[in-house]
């Protein structure tokens, strides 16, 4: 049986199965493992990621800590600081900052502070936005808005009253 004895339908045959088997060897040669590392590689980015946003939020952790230790009068300094910062930057009116209520419940400190402000509406958002991303020491526990008119200009203004709450454990 020689090859130019068979007819051309085995030929081709004889031509598919040789293609199919490279094929297979090429395969098992060269795809498999790349496609094998390339899911190690994203196994391993993603354990990488992990271990980086544990470590960010352990360094958060850390800094919350050592604002709860510092005490309630530094934070509500600090407060007080990135409110009228803000409110300086965004032109607004700061029209009251009370001391803090503290309130014991539950083997918790809840203190609550309630300030107003002043300002255009897109203006007063911002200042909440900010306030939530910027400050870490507490948190935005409600808002209401109140339109007024002043009496000496005759125009409307919006004020902004915002709770603000710290909770500490005992």
Not at 11 to 37: D, E, H, M, P, S
Not at 99 to 113: E, Q, W
Request: proline share 2%; hydrophobic share 40%; glycine share 6%.
């Amino acid at each position: 049986m020689s090859f130019s004895t068979i007819s051309y339908r085995q030929k081709n045959r004889y031509l598919a199965f040789a293609c199919c088997l490279a094929g297979v060897l090429v395969y098992l040669l060269a795809i498999k493992q790349t496609l094998v590392l390339r899911e190690q590689s994203a196994q391993l980015e993603q354990k990488v990621a992990a271990g980086n946003e544990i470590n960010q939020l352990k360094a958060k952790w850390k800094a919350l800590g050592s604002r709860l230790a510092a005490g309630e009068k530094e934070e509500n300094g600090m407060l007080i600081e990135a409110v009228s910062n803000l409110c300086q930057q965004k032109q607004l009116r700061l029209h009251s900052f009370p001391k803090p209520d503290i309130h014991h419940v539950a083997g918790l400190d809840i203190a609550t502070s309630r300030f107003v402000v002043e300002g255009d509406y897109h203006s007063l958002l911002e200042l909440l936005y900010e306030l939530e991303k910027s400050v870490g020491a507490g948190k935005v526990a409600s808002v209401a808005f109140t339109v007024s008119e002043n009496p000496t200009s005759r125009k409307r203004e919006l004020d902004l009253t915002i709770f603000w709450q710290n909770i500490h454990h005992l």
